[in-house]
């Protein structure tokens, strides 16, 4: 089963910051969250992952909070090609993802 | 270049039949996945190699036999056709078991389709 817990969608006017939370409350001292997401059938895209400092890449930016139990993934400027399927991910070594339901983003014009 | 590549992209077999689906991937990578996404989106892990060696085998029908025939190649065999097997395949890799640094790399599915 998976260990996080997202509202199942959220919608986002274009050119706005998309604010996606999870939740993993039982996360362990080991484990990443990642986020992935996956675009209408495509394969998932990994998007970005942190252990417990605040991430940020070319696409999004990660803030996780102090004691990990939950995080925010940031879109700074959404776009109407980043409605998809977010899916936070806790896991550790096992080279396992176990991917929940996610949130479904929609970006609106 | 296609990073993670799967064939077919799709899949119509009649139940019963044995069907194969390949993956490639040119990244180098050490491990690699299958995950089945059924009709309510679900995505699941099946199988995981890590250089040739079967590292994770999910609770799958053992209709279903992985094959990796070197660490760049891990392709699926699926015996005698359910319904409940149509389903969305995705066949993943990554550096390493955690793929801490880069992530996965997904495919772009084969969508199985049994008639």
């Known amino acids: 089963d ?26 362990s001292g080991n484990e990443y969250v990642y986020w992935y997401r996956q675009i209408h059938s495509q394969g998932p895209q990994y998007i970005i992952h942190g252990l417990k400092n605040n991430e940020t890449n070319e696409m999004a930016s990660l803030i996780i909070t ?29 080279g396992k993802l176990i991917f929940g339901q996610g949130t479904t983003l929609q970006v609106k014009p | 270049d296609t990073a993670v590549s799967q064939t077919p992209k799709y899949l119509v077999t009649q139940m019963g039949n044995d069907k194969s689906i390949k993956c490639e991937q040119n990244l180098g990578h050490d491990t690699m996945y299958w995950y089945k996404q059924d009709s309510k989106k679900f995505l699941k892990i099946m199988f995981s190699y890590n250089n040739k060696e079967l590292i994770i085998n999910e609770t799958v029908p053992n209709r279903f036999s992985p094959k990796s025939p070197d660490k760049a190649h891990l392709n699926l065999h699926i015996n005698s056709l359910e319904l409940g097997d149509s389903a969305v395949y995705f066949c993943a890799s990554s550096q390493d078991r955690g793929s801490w640094d880069y992530g996965y790399t997904f495919g772009s599915g084969t969508r199985l389709t049994v008639v």
């Open chain 1, 2 to 27: 998976a260990k996080t817990t997202q509202p199942p969608s959220m919608d986002c006017a274009e050119g706005r910051a998309a604010n996606l939370p999870c939740n993993h409350s039982t996360i």
């Open chain 1, 66 to 94: 102090e004691d990990r139990k939950s995080s925010t993934l940031i879109l700074p400027h959404a776009t109407l090609r980043d409605t998809a399927v977010y899916y936070c991910i806790v896991a550790g070594n096992t």
